[in-house]
């Protein structure tokens, strides 16, 4: 990339693009916009098209000046406080609490859907409704008392 901190992290037609360095100053900012340019360059170069509309700017910690906008293709890029990666929900604190609503939630749905259709199979729901639980459960394992109340409830019905 144009920088010794840029880095780009790609998994199946996911890319990221990440700043091994707190972006506080305006060379940062300046640093992190050129790097998205030379980003641009690479699906130009092999007639590629990028779904800009997908494309999302998220900052993580504390102390971040939002008053830059970032470009891609000359297109301002929104910025985002909650984001879906790779089937995680956090925030830009980097809670879960998000994902385990979302979650529940899914799980909520399946388990009515279970108990509106198969009336016999509704003490077998688990292993149709664990699945959307454990999901990367490893990444954003609960450890407040509210969640693991909540997804604790969820299995006792």
């Known amino acids: 990339m144009c920088n010794q901190f ?11 693009l990440g700043l091994q360095k707190h972006v506080i100053t305006d060379d940062d900012h300046q640093v992190l916009q050129k790097a998205l340019g030379t980003f641009q360059e690479w ?3 092999w007639l590629l098209k ?3 509309n997908k494309c999302k700017i998220a900052f993580y910690g504390t102390d971040v000046n939002y008053e830059y906008k970032y470009y891609l293709s000359s ?6 406080d909650v984001i879906k990666d790779l089937g995680a ?6 809670s879960f609490v998000s994902h385990c609503k979302e979650k529940i939630n899914r799980a909520y749905s399946m388990l009515g859907l279970i108990k509106r259709n198969y009336i016999y199979l509704a003490t077998k729901f688990k292993s149709l409704v664990r699945c959307y639980l454990e999901y990367v459960n ?4 609960p450890h407040r008392q509210g969640p693991i ?6 299995q006792m019905n």
């Not at 297109?75 to 985002?80: A, F, I, N, P, Q």
């Not at 490893?138 to 394992?141: H, R």
């Open 6 to 16: 840029i880095n780009v992290y790609l998994f199946a037609d996911e890319a990221k």
């Open 50 to 52: 990028l779904n800009i």
């Open 138 to 141: 490893s990444v954003w394992n």
């Open 43 to 45: 699906p130009d170069r």
């Open 149 to 154: 109340k909540d997804l604790e409830k969820i």
């Open 89 to 94: 929900v956090f925030n830009s604190e980097l």
């Open 75 to 80: 297109t301002d890029l929104e910025r985002v």
